[in-house]
């Protein structure tokens, strides 16, 4: 395919420079001004004449595969849909179950590799269960194999450190994610969260910080079926809070659901949420919730 840039000329002849494949040719004077030796485009042809069996494309690079994804694998069917039946009977059948099941064991070729898929999957399970971006998965899989490389998992569980791995990477990029939440869905109690991410930060120095209690709003507040306009009116108390100071060594779930217990009950047309519901949405103790609003009271 030929494409002409009407902005670009020949240095020769100021002729028009036409673009074929991964050379740049002047169209009057034959002159290659350029050459791209790699070639940019799709590479899925099948050779069948048919453009849309993308059958050559392979998964992109990942990290949350020991491997990266590059490994490959024996399929079950015998066409490039997966919906296609595999006609394969008998002896040649087992034959391909036999080579399939030592391939797999060949894919693992240690016991570092191992804990890496053990961990991974744990890992894609969490982030699955939490509705947590690509991202943050990929983030929290290499956060696992740094802290495996600094031999962090000795005496520790590799569910803990999965776990601490999510809720660290939630930490550093802001997410409102709290501990119990991750524990309550991962395979490692709160404890052994506790002790693995106390070890990533202390080892690995993690850039974390206090989470901004705005961030865990939305999230309540459906949670406590209130409207936009009660989370508003908590934006502004959390907003006051922050500005005087009032934030640092509380828990930032606790204020953000104590400033909505605040805001519901300033109006009568608004729904009314108690402390213990509030505490309960955020995980903390109602004593929190009451402590907040104290200090609410007295800006």
Avoid at 31 to 53: M, Q
Avoid at 66 to 84: F, K, M, N, P, V
Avoid at 113 to 142: K, M
Avoid at 204 to 223: E, N, V, W
């Amino acid at each position: 395919m030929a494409d002409t840039d009407s902005s670009a000329i020949c240095p020769e002849c100021d002729g028009r420079l036409r673009r074929r494949g991964t050379e740049t040719v002047c169209e009057e004077c034959g002159l290659i001004s350029a050459e791209d030796a790699i070639d940019h485009g799709p590479e899925w042809r099948s050779f069948e004449d048919d453009d849309t069996d993308r059958r050559r494309t392979g998964a992109p690079l990942t990290r949350s595969r020991h491997d990266r994804g590059l490994s490959t694998e024996i399929g079950y069917g015998s066409g490039s849909d997966s919906s296609y039946s595999s006609r394969l009977t008998g002896r040649k059948r087992r034959q391909i179950a036999r080579l399939r099941r030592e391939h797999n064991r060949a894919r693992i070729s240690s016991k570092a590799e191992r804990n890496q898929v053990y961990g991974f999957a744990e890992i894609r399970r969490i982030t699955a269960l939490l509705s947590l971006p690509d991202s943050a998965r990929e983030q929290a899989c290499a956060l696992f194999e740094s802290a495996q490389s600094e031999g962090l998992f000795q005496g520790r569980s590799l569910e803990g450190f999965a776990a601490a791995a999510i809720y660290a990477i939630c930490r550093t990029r802001s997410v409102a994610r709290t501990s119990e939440e991750i524990a309550g869905v991962a395979r490692a109690d709160a404890d052994e969260l506790s002790v693995a991410y106390d070890a990533l930060n202390r080892d690995l120095g993690l850039p974390t910080g206090p989470i901004d209690p705005t961030q865990y709003l939305p999230r309540y507040a459906s949670k406590l079926e209130v409207g936009t306009a009660v989370e508003r009116r908590a934006s502004e108390h959390v907003a006051d809070l922050l500005e005087a100071g009032k934030v640092v060594g509380r828990n930032p779930s606790g204020v953000a659901a104590a400033c909505l217990y605040k805001a519901a009950g300033e109006r009568e047309e608004w729904p009314t949420v108690t402390q213990a519901r509030a505490a309960d949405v955020a995980d903390v103790a109602a004593v929190t919730i009451r402590s907040t609003v104290t200090a609410l009271r007295e800006l």
